[in-house]
């Protein structure tokens, strides 16, 4: 079983910068693609970002490229966000989940396909 734990989240100033990082507690954490989502308040939850099990392959929300790199450090099984150029649309909270398949070799942005989730942690980007 995965079980992701947040952390890194903040209070931030538009055009600052964040890394949040998910660790995950599994032995074959390299086998699963690993996502990141978040949910603003009365939105509904939406991918941002997400890695293959080896890293080879990574997924970014149009809102989101350019500015936010996700990245994976398999022996210490945790996966990063870093994020850039925050901008107040961005306050949410976000969250890391496994994929709910391990060595599926695409990356997934249906919340669907990701069956662990972490409690979240809360992003807020002041103007």
């Known amino acids: 079983q995965v079980q992701p734990v947040e952390s890194g989240g903040g209070l931030v100033q538009a055009g600052g910068s964040l890394r949040l990082s998910c660790a995950a507690s599994v032995r074959t954490f390299s086998g699963y693609a690993m996502g990141w989502f978040r949910q603003a308040p009365g939105k509904e939850r939406e991918f941002v970002a997400g890695?293959?099990?080896?890293?080879?392959?990574?997924h970014y929300a149009d809102a989101v490229k350019g500015r936010f790199s996700i990245s994976r450090d398999n022996p210490k099984n945790t996966v990063y966000l870093t994020m850039n150029s925050l901008e107040p649309e961005d306050t949410a909270v976000y969250y890391c989940?496994?994929?709910?398949?391990?060595?599926?070799?695409?990356?997934?942005?249906?919340?669907?396909?990701?069956?662990?989730w972490g409690q979240g942690t809360q992003v807020t980007v002041s103007s």
């Open positions: 989940a496994s994929d709910t398949f391990p060595w599926r070799p695409v990356v997934l942005t249906d919340a669907g396909a990701y069956r662990y």
């Open positions: 890695i293959s099990g080896n890293g080879g392959t990574t």
